[in-house]
């Protein structure tokens, strides 16, 4: 939903980077973004392509690695994808609970030219 | 050329959340973040807990709202320092906005500082504003299903306050197996079931948090 103000975040973070590395053009972006954050690559993509125009990364491909919503169970150390309509550990029914992955919301790595 | 960057996209918000921080701190002001969906209570929990701290703490309110100054009017009739911030359509409060609205509240007469997020249960989660509390708040009419729907919101918070139990006997949520869904993710949470309609189990939560704002200033 937040799309907007993360799209603007992110190309502010690979301006600056690209522009430290004297780069001339941003080629590719690459994101890691957790399920459990709501945001939406297409979303990102599209916003993307209207906030970067006139600077070095217009036109650059967006390539997003999602990341399930994750747990490790405190109990048995299992891992495994959080349901959406029960929580329990599928190994030893355990109910308690680190969230391992999910939250994430990253610029990995660019690639410039 | 393939540049590692690993950065964390609100890094930028983080930064400016850690010196709204430091402000509040140096006032010693406890500011609790209050975030919840559409009409679940938030503008409702404000004015009953502002109620019951008379006389004891001094309190603050911020409204975060996308268009309107309904709530702040509301908060304000009641003689407490508040200040409006419309966030012209965002889903969500930023540290920034907490940065200009802090400087135009009276900071030193302010002890606990109440914001009201924006209705929403997806992205105020992610924006950190300097807060030293995170409460959400759920009300019985929207069902026992949030939890699995909004996982990162229920992982974040320090306490989860059920609003509106009086209305449990018309609606389907089972408070016992809700609460043992928040705990499995989130094992430190304190979870308070309460009414602001009643009154019942308010004073369970003003207790807890007055002691939370007291390790603050001790
Ligand atoms: N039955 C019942 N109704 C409640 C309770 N608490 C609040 N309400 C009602 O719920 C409605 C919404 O309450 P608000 O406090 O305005 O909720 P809010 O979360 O601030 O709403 P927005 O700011 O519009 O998102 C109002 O009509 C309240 O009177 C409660 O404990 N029981
Ligand atoms: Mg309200
Ligand atoms: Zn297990």
Redesign the interface.
Request: charged share 20%; net charge negative; hydrophobic share 45%.
């Given at each position: 939903m937040h799309e907007l103000s993360v799209t603007q975040s992110m190309l502010d973070i690979v301006l600056e980077q690209a522009k430290r590395a004297e780069a001339r053009r941003v080629a590719r972006i690459n994101l890691i973004i957790g399920e459990m954050t709501g945001v939406v690559g297409d979303s990102v993509s599209f916003y993307l392509d209207i906030l970067s125009k006139g600077t070095i990364a217009e036109g650059a491909a967006v390539n997003i690695k999602s990341i399930p919503a994750t747990a490790k169970c405190r109990k048995c150390g299992s891992i495994f994808e959080l349901g959406e309509h029960d929580w329990t550990c599928p190994a030893c029914q355990g109910d308690s609970f680190e969230i391992v992955g999910g939250p994430e919301l990253f610029v990995d790595s660019i690639e410039v030219e | 050329?393939?540049?590692?960057?690993?950065?964390?996209?609100?890094?930028?918000?983080d930064r400016i959340a850690q010196r709204n921080r430091q402000l509040l701190d140096s006032h010693k002001i406890f500011a609790v973040n209050i975030m919840a969906s559409p009409g679940a209570g938030k503008t409702s929990l404000i004015m009953e807990t502002t109620k019951r701290l008379e006389g004891r703490v001094k309190p603050g309110v911020i409204e975060g709202d996308i268009a309107s100054s309904i709530d702040a009017e509301a908060v304000g009739k009641m003689g407490v320092p508040v200040v409006q911030i419309n966030t012209g359509g965002?889903?969500?409060l930023?540290a920034n906005m907490i940065s200009n609205a802090l400087g135009s509240l009276p900071l030193p007469e302010i002890q606990v500082l109440f914001i009201e997020n924006v209705g929403?249960l997806?992205?105020p989660a992610?924006f950190a504003l300097g807060e030293h509390l995170k409460v959400l708040i759920v009300h019985t009419p929207e069902g026992d299903?949030k939890?699995?729907?909004y996982?990162?919101m229920f992982?974040?918070v320090d306490a989860v306050i059920i609003n509106k139990i009086d209305l449990l006997p018309y609606v389907k949520f089972n408070l016992e197996a809700y609460t043992?869904?928040v705990?499995?993710?989130n094992?430190q949470v304190a979870i308070f079931p309460l009414s602001c309609t009643t009154g019942q189990g308010l004073d369970a939560w003003v207790a807890w948090l007055v002691e939370m704002a007291s390790s603050l200033t001790r």
């Amino acid at each position: 939903m937040h799309e907007l103000s993360v799209t603007q975040s992110m190309l502010d973070i690979v301006l600056e980077q690209a522009k430290r590395a004297e780069a001339r053009r941003v080629a590719r972006i690459n994101l890691i973004i957790g399920e459990m954050t709501g945001v939406v690559g297409d979303s990102v993509s599209f916003y993307l392509d209207i906030l970067s125009k006139g600077t070095i990364a217009e036109g650059a491909a967006v390539n997003i690695k999602s990341i399930p919503a994750t747990a490790k169970c405190r109990k048995c150390g299992s891992i495994f994808e959080l349901g959406e309509h029960d929580w329990t550990c599928p190994a030893c029914q355990g109910d308690s609970f680190e969230i391992v992955g999910g939250p994430e919301l990253f610029v990995d790595s660019i690639e410039v030219e | 050329m393939e540049i590692k960057v690993l950065k964390d996209i609100l890094s930028a918000n983080d930064r400016i959340a850690q010196r709204n921080r430091q402000l509040l701190d140096s006032h010693k002001i406890f500011a609790v973040n209050i975030m919840a969906s559409p009409g679940a209570g938030k503008t409702s929990l404000i004015m009953e807990t502002t109620k019951r701290l008379e006389g004891r703490v001094k309190p603050g309110v911020i409204e975060g709202d996308i268009a309107s100054s309904i709530d702040a009017e509301a908060v304000g009739k009641m003689g407490v320092p508040v200040v409006q911030i419309n966030t012209g359509g965002e889903c969500h409060l930023d540290a920034n906005m907490i940065s200009n609205a802090l400087g135009s509240l009276p900071l030193p007469e302010i002890q606990v500082l109440f914001i009201e997020n924006v209705g929403n249960l997806v992205c105020p989660a992610e924006f950190a504003l300097g807060e030293h509390l995170k409460v959400l708040i759920v009300h019985t009419p929207e069902g026992d299903d949030k939890p699995f729907k909004y996982p990162l919101m229920f992982h974040a918070v320090d306490a989860v306050i059920i609003n509106k139990i009086d209305l449990l006997p018309y609606v389907k949520f089972n408070l016992e197996a809700y609460t043992k869904t928040v705990k499995s993710i989130n094992s430190q949470v304190a979870i308070f079931p309460l009414s602001c309609t009643t009154g019942q189990g308010l004073d369970a939560w003003v207790a807890w948090l007055v002691e939370m704002a007291s390790s603050l200033t001790r």
